[in-house]
């Protein structure tokens, strides 16, 4: 089956220090990879993909992420985390057709 | 997303009311979904529609029907609700391109409780 996983509920980091919100999946064939974030009240909003090409893709706000094949990871990380970056991250994966696979999320919170 | 609006917000009903939650979209996206969040276990599908002709189910259907009235408009319902029923309910609209890279762009949510 396939799967996604967020190892952590809830990852704390101190603003101004880098972060990592992890990210590992189970597919069968090449997967196109996803990260989402959540602020309070909202929709989920598109942070980054990977689909194809270089392992080190680049996103909005400052994130980026790195594909992994070896490790089947797609970790997200930020040089310096903000207070403002406090949310809730979602991982997604989709292998091919139209369902995307949502991981549980982590909980980011940045402290001031 | 303003270009996905969700009707309504939050809802409280009681168990066996039919409900209907409306989903309406201004970025003229074919494709649109709907899933269900529950805490710690991410977003499940509910149902997708390719284009107004086209409704397919998700992981979750049971329960639910949808209808896509306009390609701007995409409906779920809840014929009897039930308690395990109450979660966030979000949609989402995608890009008509590959599906499996597209990526999808979410309403603010409607918070369901049932009682």
């Known amino acids: 089956a396939q799967s996604v996983a967020q190892p952590e509920d809830q990852v704390n980091v101190a603003e101004g220090n880098p972060l990592t919100v992890k990210c590992t999946y189970s597919v069968s064939g090449n997967p196109y990879l996803f990260w989402y974030v959540q602020y309070p009240n909202r929709g989920l909003q598109f942070l980054l993909k990977y689909i194809t090409g270089d392992n080190l893709v680049k996103g909005s706000y400052g994130f980026e992420a790195e594909f992994n094949k070896s490790q089947t990871s797609f970790h997200l990380k930020k040089p310096s985390a903000l207070v403002s970056d406090s949310a809730l991250y979602f991982c997604a994966v989709n292998t091919g057709g139209f369902k995307t696979i949502f991981g549980a999320g982590t909980r980011l919170f940045v402290k001031a | 997303d303003a270009d996905v609006t969700q009707t309504p917000r939050n809802r409280i009903t009681k168990t066996g009311k039919r409900i209907m939650l409306e989903c309406s979209q201004t970025?003229?996206?074919?494709?649109m979904y709907w899933y269900r969040q529950d805490p710690g276990l991410g977003l499940r599908l509910i149902y997708y529609s390719f284009d107004v002709k086209d409704i397919n189910k998700g992981e979750i259907s049971d329960g639910y029907s949808v209808s896509r009235q306009a390609q701007a408009k995409f409906s779920l319902s809840l014929e009897s609700a039930i308690p395990n029923q109450t979660a966030l309910y979000f949609c989402a609209t995608s890009e008509d391109r590959v599906p499996s890279t597209d990526t999808q762009y979410f309403g603010p949510g409607t918070r369901l409780t049932v009682l």
């Open positions: 970025k003229g996206h074919d494709r």
